[in-house]
């Protein structure tokens, strides 16, 4: 199983990003897809999660700026980031967990940090200057 992460970059606060994911060597349509991010000197945090319905939650911090989303035929996933902020600031990783798992675990995979999550990409940073 292979998730390739990109999109991230260096932007000033208010400005926007698109992270895009990858997946290869899975059935794509069988997991759940999050995106989860870890700043300097913090905890890995979850920030957004979708499931094989489209089904999505998020972080409270990102609610009304981001938007998860994904493409089933591209075996794609996709973080739009709007009015980002220097709190936005950290690398930002793709993660697949099975949709068993994701279905019974719903309501505390943003808490769990990514604990369940079994296969990981690389990560992108993204930067938000002040």
């Known amino acids: 199983v292979r998730l390739v992460e990109s999109g991230g970059g260096s932007v000033q606060a208010g400005g926007s990003l698109r992270l895009s994911c990858v997946a290869s060597?899975?059935?794509?349509?069988?997991?759940?897809m999050g995106w989860f991010r870890r700043a300097p000197g913090k905890e890995r945090e979850g920030v957004a999660i979708?499931?094989?319905?489209?089904?999505?939650m998020y972080l409270d911090a990102v609610k009304g700026r981001f938007t998860i989303s994904q493409d089933n035929t591209k075996n794609s996933l996709y973080l739009q980031m709007n009015s980002l902020q220097s709190e936005d600031t950290g690398m930002y990783y793709c993660?697949?967990?099975?949709?068993?798992?994701?279905?019974?675990?719903?309501?505390?995979?943003?808490?769990?940090?990514?604990?369940?999550?079994?296969?990981w990409g690389q990560g992108t940073q993204v930067t938000v200057s002040s």
């Open positions: 979708i499931d094989v319905d489209d089904r999505t």
């Open positions: 060597g899975l059935t794509y349509s069988r997991y759940c």
């Open positions: 993660a697949a967990v099975g949709s068993q798992y994701c279905r019974g675990a719903w309501s505390t995979l943003l808490r769990q940090r990514g604990a369940g999550f079994g296969y």
